[in-house]
């Protein structure tokens, strides 16, 4: 038998979630309505995988995930959403979520997941797989003065994530509340954002994204 957690704060979403799992013979949900509620019954009970909300009241999936992965607990984790994971990917692995599941996915891609998950496989949605191709971005500057040197920078996903969101003119408490993270973080992004880039404000850092092709040049 296949146990899940499934912590979700809306009760009619987790009860109809779980009604939807368990029409497999081999699966049992749990279901739980909060972060807090979840960490004291994995006190309890193990779970072959876990299902989280994204958004949730007092401590949202990220937080919840991070929670558990400090516990020692590395059984996969499927953070089970509606809102859009591009903008919060590389955050989430990070958090130690193994993979992904859309709420507006049909009931036969959400067993599919569990499935995967278990044995450990990910399924992503190809605008994420595409996303991925963009890992690591490689830029490189020809000296004007010297053509026999150059300068090689190598900017994250999430550092180009960042830059996205400087571009569109947001500020450091914005972006932190867009990832999950704190200003402080965001701060200490951009400042080695700026080291890599050579530049001393978020406008420069901006034009030469642009120039170099880390961000497109229409990008706003």
């Given at each position: 038998?296949?146990?899940?957690?499934?912590?979700?704060?809306?009760?009619?979403?987790?009860?109809?979630t779980?009604?939807?799992?368990?029409?497999?013979?081999?699966?049992?949900?749990?279901?739980?309505?909060?972060?807090?509620?979840?960490?004291?019954?994995?006190?309890?009970?193990?779970?072959d995988?876990?299902?989280?909300?994204?958004?949730?009241?007092?401590?949202?999936g990220?937080?919840?995930?991070?929670?558990?992965?400090?516990?020692?607990?590395?059984?996969?984790?499927?953070?089970?959403?509606?809102?859009?994971?591009?903008?919060?990917?590389?955050?989430?692995?990070e958090?130690?979520?193994?993979?992904?599941?859309?709420?507006?996915?049909?009931?036969?891609?959400?067993?599919?997941?569990?499935?995967?998950?278990?044995?450990?496989?990910?399924?992503?949605?190809?605008?994420?797989?595409?996303?991925?191709?963009?890992?690591?971005?490689?830029?490189?500057?020809?000296?004007?003065?010297?053509?026999?040197?150059?300068?090689?920078?190598?900017?994250?996903?999430?550092?180009q994530?960042i830059?996205?969101e400087?571009?569109?003119?947001?500020?450091?408490?914005?972006?932190?509340?867009?990832f999950?993270?704190?200003?402080?973080?965001?701060?200490?992004?951009?400042?080695?954002i700026?080291?890599?880039?050579?530049?001393?404000?978020?406008?420069?850092?901006?034009?030469?994204?642009?120039?170099?092709?880390?961000?497109?040049?229409?990008?706003?």
């Amino acid at each position: 038998m296949i146990n899940i957690l499934l912590v979700d704060d809306h009760p009619s979403v987790g009860a109809g979630t779980k009604l939807m799992i368990e029409k497999e013979a081999d699966m049992i949900v749990t279901n739980v309505e909060s972060p807090g509620e979840a960490l004291e019954v994995l006190k309890r009970k193990d779970f072959d995988i876990m299902l989280l909300d994204l958004r949730m009241a007092g401590m949202n999936g990220i937080e919840l995930s991070k929670q558990i992965r400090s516990t020692g607990n590395q059984n996969p984790i499927l953070i089970y959403t509606g809102y859009d994971i591009g903008p919060y990917f590389n955050t989430l692995v990070e958090a130690g979520a193994s993979g992904f599941i859309d709420k507006t996915e049909p009931r036969e891609d959400l067993i599919h997941a569990i499935r995967c998950g278990i044995k450990g496989k990910t399924v992503l949605p190809v605008s994420l797989f595409l996303q991925l191709r963009k890992m690591e971005v490689r830029v490189e500057e020809t000296e004007k003065e010297n053509d026999a040197e150059f300068e090689e920078v190598s900017i994250t996903s999430k550092e180009q994530e960042i830059l996205r969101e400087v571009a569109r003119g947001k500020s450091n408490k914005e972006i932190a509340k867009e990832f999950f993270k704190s200003p402080r973080t965001i701060e200490y992004n951009l400042t080695e954002i700026f080291k890599k880039l050579q530049v001393k404000t978020r406008a420069e850092a901006v034009l030469k994204s642009k120039q170099w092709g880390i961000i497109p040049d229409d990008f706003d």
